[in-house]
């Protein structure tokens, strides 16, 4: 890797599984941001207790002066001593568990408490105590202060991680954090311009849907919300569209350079879901009753769907299972 801070491009994950717990872990993590970013973002000096504790997972991705850091953790995270270097970045906070608290940000007035669910971003000049929780789940992202200086300077951001920017956003950290290896120059220049145009759209509440670039965001996105309604009767794109505050017609558009529609992954998810549970040890669900769960018209509609997918009726395919 480059020893230049703005070539640098990369991830790397310490976890607890891999490396032991408490000090090995926490010493692990310290020397490689130190050794990968630490000359554009210095750690604080951490609390014993958690160096000595510590207990989780940690991703760090680089995109040249752009950070996510992701951490999931059983223990909690206190700082010690925040030292005295000036910055001037900008620093968005998503809970995903439990809450972390930034003690009295120079620009809040009082402390920030970012729980799961939400999120808070400011400019930072100084670097502030935090703490949080045993349980513990949220990323953290780190913007040069050129890019979003105007915005976020003097006037801090809090907001909901389910607003549709916030969920764009999110997948396509997800997205960047799957494939940043794999990423040719072109390609992270493009992640990294991508990461903070979305980041700008949260902060002013909208993004713009023309923009190619934004499209595998939109559909992961989509994809995403559809996951978690599968057995929703009200499950539809135009559904997830007016959740996401798009059209229809973008939507259709972000899938168009995909291997099948929108309407087609809803219908392959929820066969592979039915299939999942005809198949559960001990399942008694039977075919009536999983064609209605899953929102087929009947019956006969699911198992010529099943049979299409699997090539094989749902009883041949749990016979086989």
């Given at each position: 890797?480059?020893?230049?801070?703005?070539?640098?491009?990369?991830?790397?994950?310490?976890?607890?599984?891999?490396?032991?717990?408490?000090?090995?872990?926490?010493?692990?993590?310290?020397?490689?941001?130190?050794?990968?970013?630490?000359?554009?973002?210095?750690?604080?000096?951490?609390?014993?207790?958690?160096?000595?504790?510590?207990?989780?997972?940690?991703?760090?991705?680089?995109?040249?002066?752009?950070?996510?850091?992701?951490?999931?953790?059983?223990?909690?995270?206190?700082?010690?001593?925040?030292?005295?270097?000036?910055?001037?970045?900008?620093?968005?906070?998503?809970?995903?568990?439990?809450?972390t608290?930034?003690r009295?940000?120079?620009?809040?007035?009082?402390?920030?408490?970012?729980?799961?669910?939400?999120?808070?971003?400011?400019?930072?000049?100084t670097?502030?105590?935090?703490?949080?929780?045993?349980?513990?789940?949220?990323?953290?992202?780190?913007?040069?202060?050129?890019?979003?200086?105007?915005?976020?300077?003097?006037?801090?951001?809090?907001?909901?991680?389910?607003?549709?920017?916030?969920?764009?956003?999110?997948?396509?950290?997800?997205?960047?954090?799957?494939?940043?290896?794999?990423?040719?120059?072109?390609?992270?220049?493009?992640?990294?311009n991508?990461?903070?145009?979305?980041?700008?759209?949260?902060?002013?509440?909208?993004?713009?849907?023309?923009?190619?670039?934004?499209?595998?965001?939109?559909?992961?996105?989509a994809?995403?919300?559809?996951?978690?309604?599968?057995?929703?009767?009200?499950?539809?794109?135009?559904?997830?569209?007016?959740h996401?505050?798009?059209?229809?017609?973008?939507?259709?558009?972000?899938?168009?350079?995909?291997?099948?529609?929108?309407?087609?992954?809803?219908?392959?998810?929820?066969?592979?879901?039915?299939?999942?549970?005809?198949?559960?040890?001990?399942?008694?669900?039977?075919?009536?009753?999983?064609?209605?769960?899953w929102?087929f018209?009947?019956s006969?509609?699911?198992?010529?769907?099943?049979?299409?997918?699997?090539?094989?009726?749902?009883?041949?395919?749990?016979?086989?299972?």
């Amino acid at each position: 890797m480059s020893g230049r801070p703005s070539a640098k491009v990369g991830a790397f994950t310490i976890d607890v599984d891999s490396t032991g717990m408490g000090r090995g872990t926490w010493k692990l993590f310290v020397d490689t941001w130190n050794a990968r970013m630490g000359d554009l973002y210095p750690l604080p000096e951490f609390s014993a207790s958690t160096v000595d504790g510590f207990e989780g997972i940690m991703r760090s991705v680089t995109l040249q002066e752009t950070v996510v850091n992701e951490l999931w953790g059983s223990s909690s995270v206190r700082t010690q001593a925040v030292g005295t270097h000036e910055h001037d970045h900008i620093r968005l906070y998503v809970g995903l568990r439990g809450v972390t608290t930034l003690r009295d940000p120079h620009d809040q007035g009082g402390d920030a408490h970012v729980s799961a669910g939400t999120y808070f971003m400011h400019h930072v000049v100084t670097e502030n105590h935090f703490h949080t929780t045993p349980e513990i789940g949220r990323r953290i992202f780190i913007f040069p202060g050129d890019a979003l200086r105007s915005l976020v300077a003097g006037k801090p951001r809090t907001g909901r991680a389910t607003s549709p920017a916030a969920q764009i956003l999110m997948a396509h950290t997800t997205m960047v954090q799957r494939t940043v290896s794999d990423l040719g120059p072109a390609g992270v220049h493009a992640a990294r311009n991508a990461l903070l145009e979305l980041a700008k759209g949260l902060v002013l509440d909208h993004f713009d849907d023309r923009e190619p670039t934004f499209t595998p965001a939109l559909a992961q996105a989509a994809k995403d919300l559809a996951d978690v309604r599968l057995t929703d009767a009200e499950l539809s794109p135009a559904a997830i569209a007016a959740h996401l505050h798009v059209s229809v017609r973008t939507l259709q558009r972000a899938f168009a350079s995909l291997d099948e529609s929108f309407s087609a992954y809803i219908r392959r998810r929820r066969l592979e879901e039915a299939a999942a549970a005809l198949t559960a040890s001990g399942s008694r669900l039977t075919v009536s009753e999983a064609a209605a769960r899953w929102h087929f018209t009947d019956s006969s509609h699911f198992i010529r769907a099943f049979k299409k997918q699997y090539r094989a009726t749902p009883a041949q395919f749990a016979q086989r299972a």
